[in-house]
């Protein structure tokens, strides 16, 4: 079993940063591929980023490219989400997502274990 807990979120103006934090219980972090999804209003809930267990294989949904960097720390079992040149459009509630499995992956029913969210918000 994996509790996530989700940080970081706030209000921020368009073109600004935030660091999004998902701690992690269990002794077994490191052997999980990590993930975060976001929800916006009236959307449904869409991949934005996903690490390996070793930190080596990332992937991005296209709409995040070159702005989003995933990264994790075993050492802490903590996974982070560094957002720069935030826009309107990322406003969402982001969640944090676990699985035990070798290869990451972008779909919802690929991982088992959800945080509760965390709400983002972009002003213009």
């Known amino acids: 079993q994996v509790q996530l807990v989700e940080s970081g979120g706030g209000l921020v103006q368009a073109g600004g940063s935030l660091r999004l934090s998902c701690a992690a219980s269990?002794?077994?972090?490191?052997?999980?591929?990590m993930g975060w999804f976001r929800q916006a209003p009236g959307k449904e809930r869409e991949f934005v980023a996903g690490?390996?267990?070793?930190?080596?294989?990332?992937k991005y949904a296209d709409s995040v490219k070159g702005r989003f960097t995933i990264s994790r720390d075993n050492a802490k079992n903590t996974v982070y989400l560094q957002m720069n040149s935030l826009k309107p459009e990322d406003t969402a509630v982001y969640y944090c997502?676990?699985?035990?499995?070798?290869?990451?992956?972008?779909?919802?029913?690929?991982?088992?274990?959800w945080g509760q969210g965390t709400q983002v918000t972009v002003s213009s």
């Open positions: 690490i390996s267990w070793s930190g080596s294989s990332t």
């Open positions: 269990g002794r077994t972090f490191s052997t999980y591929v």
């Open positions: 997502a676990a699985d035990r499995r070798v290869t990451v992956v972008t779909s919802q029913p690929g991982y088992e274990y």
